[in-house]
């Protein structure tokens, strides 16, 4: 029977050196940003998953745009919350320890977490790169929002949708206002499907500085496209160097490949695996045992929580 004694895991803890985390959406919820899953894994009307594919820049670049923009402008007034400098505290103390995450959102590199020991398995939100095929143009820490004018967030709705026979254009847009409760100038939610986005032209998307000709995308790993060699090489010869003690799988549902692999690798490797998630069903791959632990509920209460012991108060 898995274990949730936080007793028994500090003592491991504390008596480990080679540690690893891998890192999913859950770990961000805390900060208020919305996981993949989460509520569906819906964006709109859209399975994130479905927008977050090189088929689907291609047929609609400028929907993609609008669905990467609003989670780097999420993400930007997101704030770490003390999961993410609890595990910047322990790449500090113990430099054999890991973290690779699946994030995009650049919460752990704002929580100070020590960039050597930090691993992002699927790229960044505010890395943009070109997508014309010869040219290699790519800047990372694009914090500019909107990355584009035509990107903003929008305070009030587009023009008045099409009116129906029995209402004016006025009549519709206020009614559509009302139903939005938007009266006031407030940012819009565009994550509601009821908001509507209007098409972009191509040319108002974010285009390449130095070829002038190719559209900018997000430096994120999309669905079907490889992990950084670099990373996955590094990844693999760490794993090579020896035993591991404990392996850490934090909010993640342990879906998406190769990422996922990790935690039956490291068990391979002799790491006892300690799972924090909101759902008690995610333990990821492969079975827990009686050496593993299982902590249920908030990762960013809990993992303050459980490193306490190497950490201190956070
Ligand atoms: C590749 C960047 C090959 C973009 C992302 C083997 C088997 C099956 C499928 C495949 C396979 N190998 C490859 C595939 C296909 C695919 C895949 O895995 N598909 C899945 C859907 C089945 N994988 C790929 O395409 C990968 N590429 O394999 O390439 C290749 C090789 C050579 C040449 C060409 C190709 C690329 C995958 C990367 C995709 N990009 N992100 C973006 O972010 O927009 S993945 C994206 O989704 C996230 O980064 C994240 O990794 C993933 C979502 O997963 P989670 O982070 O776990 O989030 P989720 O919402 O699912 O779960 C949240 C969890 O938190 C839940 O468990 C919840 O309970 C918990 N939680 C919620 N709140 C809290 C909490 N826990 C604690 N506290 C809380 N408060």
Known sequence: MVSSDVRTFSE???????????????????????????????????DATELATPEAFEANPDLVWQFYSYRRHMA???????????????????????TLTQNVDGLS???????????????NLFTVKCTSFYCNYFRENDFTD??????????????????????????????????????????????????PLAPLERELLPHCPECKEGLLRPGVVWFGEALPSHTLD??????????IDL?????????????????????????RIAVVNMDGKDTGPGKLTSQDWSFQGDAGVLVPEILKSVIGEI
């Open 109 to 123: 590199q704002r929580a100070n977490h020590p960039l050597d020991q930090l691993h992002l398995l699927h790229g």
């Open 146 to 195: 909107p990355i584009v004018p035509a990107l903003a967030i929008p305070k009030n709705l587009p023009e008045p949708p099409p009116y129906s026979d029995d209402k004016t254009a006025e009549e519709a847009s206020e009614s559509l206002q009302n139903a939005m409760g938007t009266g006031e100038q407030t940012e819009l939610d565009i994550s509601d499907e009821r908001i």
């Open 247 to 271: 392996m850490l799988v934090i909010g993640t549902s342990s879906r998406v490949m190769p990422a996922a692999g990790y935690t039956e690798m490291a068990r391979s490797k002799g790491a």
């Open 76 to 98: 930007l007034n997101a704030k770490p919350n003390p999961a993410h400098y609890a595990l910047a505290e322990l790449a500090k103390r113990n430099k054999e320890f890991i």
């Open 234 to 243: 590094f990844v693999d010869d760490w794993m090579k160097e020896g035993r």
């Open 12 to 46: 491991h803890l504390k008596g480990s050196k080679r540690i690893m985390a891998l890192l999913g959406a859950g770990i961000s919820a805390a900060s208020g940003l919305p996981t993949f899953r989460g509520a569906g894994g819906l964006w709109r009307s859209y």
